[in-house]
């Protein structure tokens, strides 16, 4: 009979001795694995604030029972233990057995000048699955897909190009570039968090320039309009509640026209005029600042860089004054363009 309450008390005493300290649990809720393993099944949940038993092993050396010489260095010890390797604490579940839970969801109680300092808080709690408040409009429920559509102003310095009279430039005058651009995308997943928007853009620009071709009177005008249209991606690079800062890029087929009218008022009141016509392709990698105005509704800030490939604009006109011009039919070679535009516009979200 004696040996047998003996055992009882042994079995009780050595749980107790090895499970020797405490831990409060710092997150809003953790579990307590089966295994040294992430992986492992989870046998339980501890809620923030419960104190737990945690083996004796990760206490380390208690500072009172350390023994200083005069020169203050460590020489003895009633007890030396090396904390276990890893990323969990031994502990105990609701029903005694062992268990395991991640050291960085408890704070040990060591009741010395170890406590001083460590924060009974955790930075980010992956445990805390709780919604802040106030909660998102209609939540649970939301349109999967959004939608941004804008319009903005375009301009920017013009490339010095123009057509090829058959006499010399003595005067020459251009003026900026002015457009409106048009785009329409959507979220290319269907989930809030994408940043990735696909969608379409088209673009109107003009410009004008004018020329004094001789000392006689001789001057011309020409009148350049460019029609773009293409597909546009974009990515948030940040977002805040009423702001988005967004990278975009394109790729659009340009048609351009180009309308000069000479005249000859000196010599004869000649007038004649000829339209020119060509293609190319262009690229413009540019960003977007925008600001909330009024809910779903942002001003927008910006600007691109573009490179435009050589072309050829070429006339189907028969030429009334054919001293003016290289011939009839006739066509001018225009260089690869690089160029900036700057951009303000409104766009709206939905």
Not at 330 to 345: A, C, H, M, R, T
């Amino acid at each position: 009979m004696k040996f047998i309450l003996v055992l009882v008390y042994l079995l009780i005493l050595i749980p107790a001795k090895s499970l020797a300290g405490k831990g409060v649990v710092i997150v809003h809720e953790s579990p307590l694995f089966m295994e040294k393993s992430l992986n492992s099944k989870i046998i339980q949940y501890v809620r923030q604030g419960k104190i737990i038993y945690i083996h004796g092993d990760h206490f380390g050396i208690n500072p009172s029972e350390q023994i200083f010489s005069e020169r203050s260095e460590i020489v003895s010890s009633k007890k030396k233990v090396t904390p276990p390797d890893g990323i969990f604490y031994q502990t105990m579940d609701n029903n005694g057995g062992t268990a395991f839970i991640p050291r960085d969801y408890v704070k040990l109680i060591t009741n010395d000048f170890r406590e001083e300092g460590e924060s009974i808080t955790i930075k980010h709690d992956n445990t805390d699955y709780r919604l802040n408040e106030p909660l998102p409009e209609n939540y649970p429920f939301f349109d999967p897909t959004q939608y941004r559509a804008g319009i903005t102003i375009n301009t920017g310095p013009v490339k010095k190009d123009h057509y090829h009279y058959p006499v010399n430039i003595t005067k020459e005058k251009y003026r900026s570039r002015m457009g409106l651009g048009l785009f329409y995308l959507k979220n290319l997943a269907e989930n809030l968090s994408s940043r990735i928007f696909i969608g379409g853009e088209t673009r109107i620009e003009g410009s004008s320039c004018e020329f004094k071709l001789d000392e006689q009177g001789r001057n011309s005008k020409e009148s350049k309009k460019t029609f773009s249209i293409g597909p546009r991606i974009s990515y948030d690079t940040f977002r805040g509640k009423k702001r988005f800062l967004s990278v975009y890029f394109n790729f659009l087929l340009n048609y351009h026209s180009n309308k000069i009218v000479q005249n000859d008022t000196i010599t004869s009141n000649n007038s004649d005029t000829a339209k020119y016509k060509g293609y190319s392709f262009a690229s413009h990698v540019g960003t977007l600042y925008q600001t909330e105005i009024v809910k779903n509704l942002s001003m927008v800030f910006g600007g691109d860089i573009f490179l435009k490939t050589p072309h050829t604009m070429t006339s189907k006109t028969i030429h009334s004054n054919n001293y003016m011009w290289n011939g009839d039919f006739d066509s001018y070679s225009k260089d690869i363009e690089f160029g900036f535009n700057l951009q303000v516009g409104i766009m709206g979200i939905y």
